[in-house]
């Protein structure tokens, strides 16, 4: 009766709990436009602080995407009391969490997976100590990396079955991975592809284009975004994903990175590396859904790219 009742008023139908308040799905609808409806006068921006502060689950699974596919029968719960399990670092940002996989964006500087030399300060290490606080047996497991000097968005998985999903049919899962740099010089063109056979010789990665028989086959895409100063502001779309391959191609093109004194640069006016993995679109490991995020490019990027 009351079901009939409610869907007769068009009326928001939520119930509170100790906890939460709890909004029934009845049809498919993404997960912003859905709270902006039921949520009568909630603004988009309100919206994404809830999302940003964590407190919004789908399922009993804290969701930050706005655009998350919700489907009848779901249920969407706004936690009325402060997360416990609250995540907070200087060097990382917890985008993404659900009970196979983390995203999350990482500055330049850390490292993405723990070594015989550095076990503690990497974003490894970091979330690890976050998971344990669910349970002490707890732990990630590595999917990809960004190089240290690299900030951007990064996936973990949450259990070794989906690491493996991950890794073995990551070309058919990751749908656009893409970057931006600043180079040096102006890019002669606008839009273009490098090629090459990348091999790594542990501490320098060399190009040739022909195959040497040791190489691995490499294609970046890049899009010049904008010329001044000097500098081109470049979106790179990555077609394979071989160590430094960004930094080794746009050196190829004699445009190298802007701080990257190991491949050609000669200036490094923001005091780091400038590239930065501002896209990570794949399908979910689990639940086949198209997950999509995307970060802002860094603000250091646009005051240098500012016409003086």
Known sequence: MSRGKNSDSGRPKARSVARY??????EPAEL???????????????????????VILVDNVITTQYNFALKPGMKVQISKVKNNREFKHPMLKLVYEDAYILVVEKKEGLLSVSTEHQKERTAQHILNEYVKRSHRFNRVFVVHRLDRETSGLMMYAKDEK????????????????????????????????VESWLTDRKLYVSSSPVDNGEGKFAVTHYKTIKRA?????????LET???????????????????????????????RLALHAFKLCFYHPVTKELMEFETPYPTAFKGLMQKK
């Open 21 to 26: 308040t709890i909004y029934n799905v009845t």
């Open 241 to 271: 994903g071989r160590k430094n391959q960004i930094r080794v191609h746009m050196l190829d093109l004699g445009h190298p990175v802007v701080g990257d004194r190991r491949y050609g640069s000669e200036c490094d006016p923001l005091g």
């Open 229 to 237: 100063n000097g500098y081109s502001l470049v979106e790179l779309d």
């Open 32 to 54: 912003m436009d859905f709270l902006m409806r039921k949520m009568a006068g909630i603004s988009r921006s309100k919206v994404k602080a809830l999302l940003a502060n964590r």
């Open 162 to 193: 989906t690491q493996n999903t991950l890794r073995d049919n990551w070309h058919d899962i990751v749908t656009d991975r893409r970057y931006v740099s600043i180079v040096s010089g102006d890019m002669e063109k606008d839009y273009g592809t």
